[in-house]
């Protein structure tokens, strides 16, 4: 089927560093989404993007949060400064239409802060 | 509340047996995944339905959007059906899946 990928696989990094999460989403698709994961928990919406513009987001998508896909690359989030509890695995998604799509899913970046 | 409710958290069946997950919702979903997280972690997409019942293999699912429910029915269960089943819905009035806290598959021998 479709495939997602995620770049990287796994990230480890220094509290109050920026880091940037890599999605390439199915080549024809035009809704992307990032979902955070923390070991242990539930899977949860962080926020999904169209047409170069941020349609809805959760309360856990702190300010400093951002997403974006310049020139149909990757879909990209970043966090700055990062925090210890955005420790989790961010699983990016994408889907053909908003409503009445399956999405489909990457394997997911584990990123770790220390 | 949780508007996904996912049961049970844990099952574990012998090979060739089956049984089946629910998710129940608090309010109306315009459509349901189910997915089964593998090994490395990775999200094996299963089945997406906006209603009725679909069928793959050992593996079907309905959708009850009225009734606020859907149901993974397993059949004749194989060791590689171990792992971990979500169920996702998705928001009537969002673009977004929301998921269930999951079920945790153990196939014993």
């Known amino acids: 089927g479709p495939k997602v990928l995620q770049i990287p696989s796994h990230q480890i990094i220094d509290m109050g560093q920026m880091v940037t999460l890599n999605c390439d989403p199915v080549?024809?698709?035009?809704?992307f989404y990032w979902y955070k994961q923390i070991l242990g928990q539930q899977m949860e919406f962080l926020v999904n993007?169209?047409?170069?513009?941020?349609?809805?987001k959760s309360k856990l998508f702190k300010d400093q949060f951002s997403v974006e896909r310049p020139d149909g690359s990757y879909f990209t989030l970043k966090i700055q400064p990062t925090a210890l509890e955005d420790s989790a695995v961010y699983f990016c998604?994408?889907?053909?239409?908003?409503?009445?799509?399956?999405?489909?899913f990457g394997p997911g970046t584990r990123l770790t802060v220390l | 509340g949780d508007q996904v409710e996912q049961s049970p958290s844990a099952l574990s069946l012998h090979e060739g047996t089956g049984s089946a997950l629910r998710c129940n919702f608090t309010?109306?979903?315009?459509?349901v995944q189910w997915f089964r997280k593998n090994s490395r972690g990775s999200l094996i997409n299963l089945f997406y339905l906006a209603s009725g019942t679909k069928e793959n293999g050992r593996l079907k699912s309905a959708f009850d959007s009225k009734e606020r429910y859907s149901t993974l029915h397993i059949r004749d269960a194989q060791l590689e059906d171990s792992g971990t089943y979500f169920c996702?819905?998705?928001?009537?009035?969002?673009?977004?899946?929301?998921f269930g806290k999951g079920t945790h598959l153990h196939v014993l021998p």
């Open positions: 309010t109306t979903m315009r459509a």
């Open positions: 080549s024809n698709h035009l809704y």
């Open positions: 998604a994408s889907s053909l239409r908003g409503y009445y799509a399956e999405q489909f």
């Open positions: 993007f169209y047409n170069g513009k941020v349609m809805e």
């Open positions: 996702a819905a998705e928001d009537t009035n969002a673009y977004k899946v929301i």
